[in-house]
């Protein structure tokens, strides 16, 4: 079992910048992969970033270049470091976990970017 907590959403202005952060309730240094995820209304949830227990990442094309994923073993904790925030950033922001052969989710962290 794993249970994943997000934080750090909130209301930023376009070209902001917010930092995510998903704690793991056991030692992430054995968990396959870590991602984020997002779901914006009415939209499907998609990829934005993922990195396996060897720290190899994956971006989606829209997260490239602005968002930066990264992984603290000794806190159990997942970051998304997301920059240059734009609208179309809004989403509820999830945390994915895939450890041995199941996937755990977090309950999700809300973004907007607005004026």
């Known amino acids: 079992q794993v249970q994943l907590v997000e934080s750090g959403g909130g209301l930023v202005q376009p070209g902001g910048s917010l930092r995510l952060s998903c704690a793991a309730s056991?030692?992430?240094?054995?968990?396959?992969?870590l991602g984020w995820y997002r779901q914006a209304p009415g939209k499907q949830r998609e990829l934005v970033a993922a990195i396996t227990s060897a720290g190899i990442t994956n971006y989606a094309d829209s997260a490239k270049g602005r968002f930066t994923i990264s992984r603290d073993n000794a806190r159990n904790t997942v970051y998304l470091q997301m920059n240059n925030l734009k609208s179309e950033d809004t989403a509820v922001y999830y945390c994915?976990?895939?450890?041995?052969?199941?996937?755990?989710w977090g309950q999700g962290t809300q973004v907007t970017v607005s004026s």
């Open positions: 994915k976990a895939v450890y041995l052969h199941y996937v755990y």
């Open positions: 056991r030692n992430i240094f054995s968990i396959n992969v």
